[in-house]
């Protein structure tokens, strides 16, 4: 009898930060297995017009319109050079989770936008396309985000340990998950994590990221200015919640500038990750355990000067990423966008309501037959 050939799934997912985008290919069957990644950089001049577009209070529509088309076609050029780099049959792609450029994300108004035309991705790729899985679950009255805890539940999750999940992208989320079965998993937006960093780090040093966080290993906390962003209501607000560049931008941190003129531009960079560091470890001491396993994955697990940090806050825990787990951190999300979209396409629910707040589970995604 012949061995029927695994369905592989395609996840993109293009991040707060904007600089590349990521895809990844994964199979789900017997197990769990990340197959292939590539990633494809988003050129200097698209990335402004996205910030601009995400960051203004007004869109002309012509200009939303080109992006959504550019992005569309850059998330399709993924797909295929993905495809091609490991020569697996298009017909063995059972479909691609696209998550899309987030626009705009206003939970309290049920609205999230996300743009990359998944049209085009089916067009182009002639494979089925899954995207908008933000919206159901904003419509079952939940937050919409962050979607990537029940990922994190179906494959990291261990009955013998407490473990806690921190996603370290332009914002940070964690997902905790308790060894005792009966306990709910629960996850949230802690507050900023690379993005504030990189926009200052562009600003003053026009780098896209300070790699390793070397530029702020070398600068001191500013305790004033720190405490001062630390009064932000968001984070002491109890989940479900979530946020986004709306808040954390950099008009917020010039607004908690004002009045320090004093403090170098290298020791803003250092405060911040330090206001990284504090925001996502109270929000774990507070809502996860006393003692367990941080896993960290996204771009922030490879900033070293990050990972001192956290562990200097968080002495109870064994505090690695995710590699340790079987998955390299920086393919977590994009791996999550192909599960998500095997959620939809088998009708199984890719949200957890505990930690969204939605009425209840629902399958997420609208599918484009490819």
């Known amino acids: 009898m012949m061995t029927p050939h695994p369905n592989y799934y395609i996840g993109i997912i293009s991040g707060t930060s904007m600089d590349a985008v990521d895809a990844a290919i994964v199979c789900f069957d017997p197990e769990f297995k990340l197959v292939a990644t590539q990633e494809i950089p988003i050129g200097e001049q698209l990335k402004q017009q996205i910030a601009q577009l995400a960051d203004s209070s007004l869109i002309r529509i012509k200009d939303l319109a080109q992006i959504d088309i550019e992005l569309g076609l850059l998330f399709a050029q993924a797909s295929l050079s993905l495809i091609e780099k490991c020569q697996i049959p298009c017909k063995q792609i059972k479909a691609i989770g696209c998550h899309g450029q987030t626009i705009r994300h206003y939970p309290e108004l049920g609205f999230s936008w996300q743009i990359g035309d998944p049209n085009i991705i089916a067009e182009k790729t002639s ?34 340990t407490d473990r806690v999940i921190a996603n370290l992208g332009g914002i940070a989320n964690i997902t905790t998950l308790p060894k005792d079965n009966s306990q709910p998993v629960l996850g949230f937006d802690t507050g900023p994590a690379n993005g504030l960093c990189d926009l200052w780090v562009k600003k003053h040093l026009d780098q896209s990221y300070d790699k390793s966080g070397n530029w702020a290993s070398k600068g001191k906390v500013n305790l004033p200015l720190l405490e001062s962003m630390l009064t932000e209501k968001y984070f002491q607000q109890p989940p479900p919640k979530s946020t986004g560049r709306e808040l954390f931008n950099l008009e917020w941190l010039e607004q ?70 079987g998955l390299n951190p920086a393919w977590v999300e994009a791996a999550a966008f192909a599960w998500l979209a095997k959620q939809a396409l088998t009708k199984q629910p890719g949200n957890l309501s505990t930690v969204t707040n939605a009425a209840g589970p629902r399958v997420l995604g609208a599918i484009y037959p490819g």
């Open 127 to 160: 494979i089925t396309t899954v995207a908008d899985f933000r919206r159901r679950d904003l419509a079952a009255g939940g937050e919409g985000a962050p979607l990537v805890p029940a990922f994190h539940a179906s494959i990291f999750r261990n009955y013998q």
């Open 256 to 325: 908690h500038l004002k009045g320090y003129h004093d403090v170098t531009a290298n020791d803003v960079q250092t405060t911040l990750v330090e206001l990284t560091a504090i925001s996502l470890t109270q929000a774990i001491t507070s809502y996860g355990f006393k003692t367990g396993e941080l896993y960290l994955c996204g771009g922030g697990a490879f900033n070293e000067y990050l990972t001192c940090r956290i562990k200097h806050h968080l002495p109870s825990y064994l505090v690695t990423t995710t590699e340790k787990l």
